[in-house]
């Protein structure tokens, strides 16, 4: 079982930056390198969950609304995600959460890299309680 627990969250203008965290309770890269891979996911209040971000060893996609503003990244043995973003608008508000999948034949891991990816919730296995960025104007 993986735990995920999400930091960073804030109030924000527009403009600024944050750093989201994302720790594991146990490494998601064990005997074998990327044995998990992870994706950012965010939920504006009334609004469908979706995908931000998703990486997998040295592959990453991005949702294009945050193309060259967001950065994902793994640190730690792969067990820490963080989430860069900077120039922050009022419409990246929301619940911000991590989530992991188990790498598999034909899962959302061996996706990730590939153009015009974008991570689905259903395909993920794990997932942290979330935590809040508020953009003001």
């Known amino acids: 079982q993986v735990r995920l627990v999400e930091s960073g969250g804030g109030s924000v203008q527009s403009g600024g930056s944050l750093r989201l965290s994302c720790a594991t309770s146990?490494?998601?890269?064990?005997?074998?390198?990327?044995?998990?891979?992870m994706a950012w996911f965010r939920q504006a209040a009334g609004q469908e969950r979706e995908g931000v971000a998703a990486i997998s060893g040295a592959r990453a996609n991005y949702a294009g609304s945050v193309m060259g503003r967001f950065t994902v990244s793994r640190e730690n043995g792969e067990s820490s995600l963080y989430l860069q973003m900077n120039n922050l608008k009022p419409e990246d508000t929301g619940m911000y959460y991590c989530a992991a999948a188990r790498s598999g034949i034909g899962g959302p891991c061996d996706r990730i890299g590939a153009y015009g990816y974008s991570p689905r919730p259903n395909e993920y296995n794990y997932w942290g309680q979330g935590t809040q960025v508020t953009v003001s104007s």
């Open positions: 146990e490494s998601t890269s064990t005997t074998y390198p990327a044995s998990y891979c």
